[in-house]
């Protein structure tokens, strides 16, 4: 149990779970500096709640970008939030299930429900169901409801939490974590399946999609070139998905629609995806990559993650101007430039209504963005985002839904400060091997990671003024070579 954490909600939990490790609350774990030497090497978040931007979900997502190995995951917790994210293996779990249901000498008559303590079930005959449920979600608690059709079936896999568990559960419940507290973490297993050619998803309303009308044009014309049949395909086209060899999200994404269940959807069929769900859920959290830059010692503007309780601590760690971010903002929504204590607590008070969490940054105000386009570990583009007129953004959001943007160059690579290069792949290393756009402050300092993008612009006119067409031929060629190395 040496290098264990767990995390608990509140203080009053403390003394049956200081049998099993270190023990933090929630706050106290967010609170606490990720860079600030050694961290413990386990997480166990056992948070009441652990849905998105709660308390809970910041606990793994931090837990995660200090590179410690935590359950539930991120990715654990979301796939968990709907059953549309988890019903594509239930056919597998379905089996198993009727299976230890026919040996079983007294089997249940009616629906029922399993509770699984990190894998365990204190239920007879469910061992093999349970195995194969805690390998496919890691999680240290599962609700399981199942019910009777003409075969019996899962209806629903629920994350619970100690406090609502049974007293005989809750016993179950410790013996469990303490087995599992002695033995070693195993990587999830993952089925890979055989496809071929490309989707590119688009969404034809959208107003500032990552790749314009020229873009696509381009990408199907260079695809073809090189031997690949390139589709435009919508929300719509989810249940053609496995009929393709690798998808190509050229939609702004989110892990909150679905954009973030086609690329789970991919992932599971053995298809390559640009943009693959780990890197979205990485890119998509501001808070997730303040604590990933600052543990990592890459360059950024000096940032604090802060809740309610310790909102006041920003004013002598930053001063003002400052920059208030909510987390899972995109093209400067939910970002705003507090000037004074009475400007921080407005503006906060609005973002908190979204997260319990939120980001507050000094400010930096540079004429220009370097935006460096990274694909597969090497960068391919470098363009300067120039500020909206008269604001401090690139994107300027008015009254009524109208946005304006500033101008953009784009320059050779090898034309690019190196140090700006420099800085953008080692960030966007640390996120994967895509495709990423890392968004760079340079002044008299140094220069300074301010976000990375895994949905990053490709349009025609802009970020191919330099490359063209062999720009997109860079992006098809790289997917060919991901479909030919599965």
């Known amino acids: 149990m040496r290098n264990q954490v767990i995390v608990i909600e509140k203080k009053t939990d403390l003394d049956w779970a200081r049998d099993f490790g270190m023990v933090q609350t929630a706050a106290d774990f967010i609170a606490a500096d990720g860079s600030a030497g050694p961290m413990p090497q386990r997480v166990i978040n056992l948070a009441d709640d652990c849905s998105y931007m709660s308390i809970g979900y910041y606990c793994s997502l931090l837990a995660e970008a200090r590179g410690e190995r935590v ?22 779990l379905d089996a198993i299930l009727n299976k230890d249901i026919a040996r079983i000498a007294n089997p ?60 005989e559960e809750f016993d179950f419940f410790q013996k ?24 590119i998803l688009v969404n034809h309303e959208e107003q500032m999609p990552p790749s314009n009308a020229g873009a696509l044009k381009l990408f199907e014309k260079v695809g073809a070139a090189n031997n690949i049949d390139v589709d435009l395909i919508t929300r719509k086209d989810f249940l053609k998905l496995a009929e393709y060899d690798a998808l190509f999200i050229r939609e702004t994404t989110s ?16 298809m390559p995806v640009i943009d693959d769900p780990t890197s979205i859920l990485r890119c998509t959290n501001k808070v997730y990559l303040a604590e990933l830059l600052s543990k990592n010692n890459i360059p950024a503007p000096k940032t604090m993650i802060v809740d309610r309780e310790h909102l006041n601590k920003v004013v002598d760690g930053l001063g003002f101007p400052m920059v208030l971010k909510i987390p899972d903002g995109s093209f400067s929504r939910g970002v705003h430039k507090a000037e004074n204590k009475e400007e921080l607590q407005s503006y906060s008070r609005k973002l908190f209504k979204s997260s319990d969490v939120i980001l507050a940054q000094e400010f930096m105000y540079t004429e220009f963005d370097w935006r460096i386009g990274i694909l597969n570990r090497k960068p391919i583009y470098a363009a300067q985002y120039f500020m909206s007129r008269s604001h401090w953004q690139i994107y300027k959001h008015a009254e009524g839904g109208k946005t304006s943007s500033g101008d953009s160059r784009t320059v050779p690579i090898e034309e690019a400060p190196a140090d700006v290069v420099d800085a953008a792949l080692r960030a966007a290393n640390l996120i994967g091997d895509g495709l990423y756009g890392v968004d760079m402050k340079q002044n008299s300092r140094g220069a300074f990671v301010i976000e990375v993008n895994d949905n990053p612009n490709i349009d025609r006119g802009i970020e191919d003024a330099i490359l063209k067409e062999s720009l997109y031929e860079m992006l098809m060629l790289d997917f060919k070579r991901r479909i030919e190395d599965r």
């Open 71 to 92: 359950i539930p995951s991120v990715e654990t917790i979301l796939d968990l939030s709907r059953k549309s994210l988890y019903e594509m293996v239930l056919p597998e």
């Open 176 to 199: 469990a974590l303490e087995s599992h507290s002695r033995v070693s973490w195993q990587t999830p297993k993952r089925k890979r399946a055989l496809r071929y050619s490309l989707a």
């Open 255 to 270: 892990i909150k629609d679905h954009t973030f269940r086609f690329a789970k959807k991919a992932e599971a069929e053995g």
């Open 108 to 167: 249940p008559k009616a629906s029922f429900t399993l509770t699984l303590c990190f894998g365990s079930v204190s239920a007879t005959g469910f061992r093999n169901l349970a195995r194969l449920i805690y390998d496919r979600f890691r999680c240290p608690l599962l609700r399981v409801s199942v019910q009777k059709e003409t075969i019996w079936r899962i209806k629903s896999l629920e994350m619970i939490a100690p406090k609502q568990l049974s007293p």
